[in-house]
Structures are given as C-alpha cells and as structure tokens.
C-alpha cells in the first residue's frame, strides 16, 4: 500500500486485509496430498470416495464441470474495482442528499444542520479511520453528515457569490476525471520522493490551517476567511496560493487512494474493504470539494 497519504489507507484496517482466504480446490485435486495430520488410510478413503462419485456422474456432467471457468474475484469474496465504485457511488449519493436538505431548509436550521455535520462527520471520520473492521452503517452515515456540512457551506458561500457552488462541483469532477486519467495513463505515480513531499506540504498545511482557525476564533483576524485573506502577497491574497497548493495536495491525495485500491484488489483483499476504499475516496472529494469553492469564494470576494 501507499503510504503517506490518505490516512484511511494508512491504518489497521486496510494495511491488514491483504490477502482474501484462498481459493478453494476442486476435489480431485491437491486435496487428496498427504497432509500434516492426515493419515494415509484417510487420503486413500478420500480419493475412493471421489472417484466412486466419478463413477455415478455422466461423461456429459464431468466435462460441465470440466468446462466452468475459473473462479473470479467476485466469486471468491475478493475486493474488485466494481464493488469500490459501486460502494463509492452509495457515499456520494447519501451525501448529496445531506447536502440537499442544508441546501432547501429554512436558513436558521441550515446552519444548526451545518455544525452538527462538521462536528459529527469529524468524530465519525476519526471513528471509521482507527475502526478495525469496515462498518458500512458508519460509513454511511459520515457520507450523510459531510452532506450536511456542505450543504450547508455551499448554501452560505453562494449566497454571497453567486455560482460558486455550480463551479466548485464542476471543478471537483474535473479534477477527480483529470487525475483518474493521469494515473490510467501511468504519467503520474505516487513515487516515495513525491510521498515524502506530500507529508512535509500537508503537515505544513495543517499547521497554517490551525493557526488561522485560532486567530479568528479569538477575534485576531476581523476577515472571513482569516489570513488567507487579510495577508496579500503581490496584491494577490494569501488564500490564493494556499488554495492552490491544498487543491494540488487533494490531487495528489487521490492518486494515493488510486494506488492504494489498486494494490488491495491486485493482493486479493477481502470484499468488505471496498467500503475502506469508498470511504477514503469520498475523505478526499469532500477535502477537494471544499478547497475549491473556498478558493472561487476568495477569488470572487478579490474582485
């Protein structure tokens, strides 16, 4: 796996879940070996039993048999890129309808909606990172509440720059198309040198992230946006390049994802991981989601 990058990917639960459990053998076959445990008498009972079984079956059944393909990975209870982008279309759309009710409900309750999605989408983010095993229920349920939470982000930010909201969502699909296509093509990998960039940037980027949320909770910085945009660099604001380099980090973060899900199916890991994978994604496309239409908002409050 990838490491560095989404932290989803990172934890016990999708390092650990490797290898799906072995494809079962056709009876006839190594099965009937001598194994550890397994007296002789017993291998020999095993094989009279298989071919007085044989011997019931009808030349036309054997060569049925003979003729089934091999079992897939859907067959074989193994992760595959449909069940990821199924189980990732299930978490876009619970979150799009979050973000519909933030988006058509009386203002006041919109913002109440609007924090309680913040703060819930957080504490389950947290929860579904560390949690072990994969629950679809959490998953989901962070999928809805991050809806709230954009909604309801949305609805303020168009409110006061109109389209910004139509823009930033064409602005994620673009960027999420233009990085699946990069990383098909192979044009760009997550490399160990680019990992290591990407944690030095994004701790970096934490760190600023922090400091502006502290100065304009305790009154430090009068601006909506913080220093992003109070500071200017050039008479271009701050949030400006900040914006730019976080959207390239949410970029680069999908191609983690991508070449996370892409070693998990390649190494068999069990169906149920899907929904890890799903989740990671959609971590990123809200992180996306919200860089841009903070980065539209800034560059339309500039004009």
Not at 42 to 47: A, C
């Amino acid at each position: 796996m990838a490491l560095g990058g989404n932290p989803v990917f990172n934890g016990k639960n999708f390092r650990g879940a490797k290898q799906a459990p072995p494809v079962p053998q056709n009876p006839y076959g190594q099965q009937f070996n001598q194994a550890p445990g397994r007296a002789p008498s017993q291998v020999m009972d095993g094989h009279a039993a298989w071919s007085a079984q044989q011997q019931n079956m009808t030349n036309e059944q054997l060569q049925q048999m003979y003729n089934q393909p091999a079992a897939g990975p859907a067959d074989t209870g193994r992760m595959t890129y449909d069940d990821v982008i199924m189980k990732t279309v299930a978490c876009l759309v619970v979150l799009i309808i979050g973000a519909g009710v933030t988006l058509f409900v009386a203002p006041g309750l919109s913002t109440m909606l609007m924090i309680v999605g913040a703060l819930g989408g957080f504490v389950l983010a947290l929860v579904n990172t560390f949690k072990k095993q994969p629950s679809p229920a959490l998953i989901l349920a962070y999928a809805g509440l991050e809806g709230l939470f954009l909604g309801g982000l949305t609805r303020i930010l168009d409110g006061m720059y109109p389209g910004v909201g139509l823009q930033a969502v064409i602005g994620t699909l673009a960027v999420f198309g233009v990085t699946l296509v990069l990383f098909k093509s192979g044009k760009v990998r997550a490399t160990p040198k680019m990992m290591r960039f990407f944690l030095i940037a994004t701790i970096g980027y934490a760190v600023f992230a922090l400091i502006n949320m502290v100065m304009m909770w305790t009154g430090a910085v009068q601006e909506p946006f913080g220093l992003r945009t109070s500071v200017e660099i050039f008479g271009i604001p701050l949030g400006v390049f900040i914006g730019i380099l976080a959207i390239g980090l949410a970029a680069f973060s999908l191609i983690m994802d991508f070449t996370s899900i892409e070693e998990g199916v390649r190494a068999g890991a069990p169906e149920r991981y899907s929904w890890v994978a799903a989740f990671g994604l959609t971590v990123t496309l809200v992180w996306l989601y919200v860089e841009i239409i903070r980065l539209l908002a800034i560059l339309r409050g500039d004009d």
